[in-house]
């Protein structure tokens, strides 16, 4: 009689292992990528955004710029950055420069394939284009 208890409790736990691992979140998402692969829609980072050659990207002189604005902020109170006075407009000259530098590029890439982060912030609440003027 044990036995044949043991035998139905394994034959149950694994047929509820294999239903559990063939409904699971992961396999519903893996079974709607392939779907999606073999639709021909893009799955993957480089499906969306493909490489982009040394010689078109912009983005190494919008990170410098970004980073020279910080620096030039950094020189000033909250107050008086927004203000554009000549100081501040003379601090911010250097990463206006490198920005005007890097528009001559048609690509910039600012999230990093890798994990989709931003190198920048994009809460424009606390960051350092806040402050900008609009165009």
């Known amino acids: 009689m044990i036995l044949v208890f043991a035998i139905v409790f394994v034959v149950v736990l694994g047929w509820l292992m294999w239903h559990e691992r063939v409904s699971s979140p992961m396999a519903q ?38 980073e020279q604005l910080g620096t030039a ?29 890097a528009l001559a590029y048609p690509h910039w890439r600012v999230v990093d394939p890798t994990n989709f982060s931003p190198k920048v912030d994009g809460n424009l609440s606390s960051n350092i284009f806040a402050s900008l003027p609009a165009f």
């Open 29 to 66: 998402l893996e079974r709607e990528l392939e779907r999606l692969r073999k639709a021909g829609e893009p799955t993957r980072w480089e499906d969306i955004a493909p490489p982009v050659p040394k010689h078109l990207d912009g983005t190494p002189l919008l990170l410098k710029a970004i």
């Open 73 to 101: 902020e950094q020189k000033f109170p909250p107050d008086v950055w927004v203000t554009y006075n000549d100081q501040v407009l003379e601090a911010a000259r250097p990463a206006l420069k490198t920005f005007h530098q």
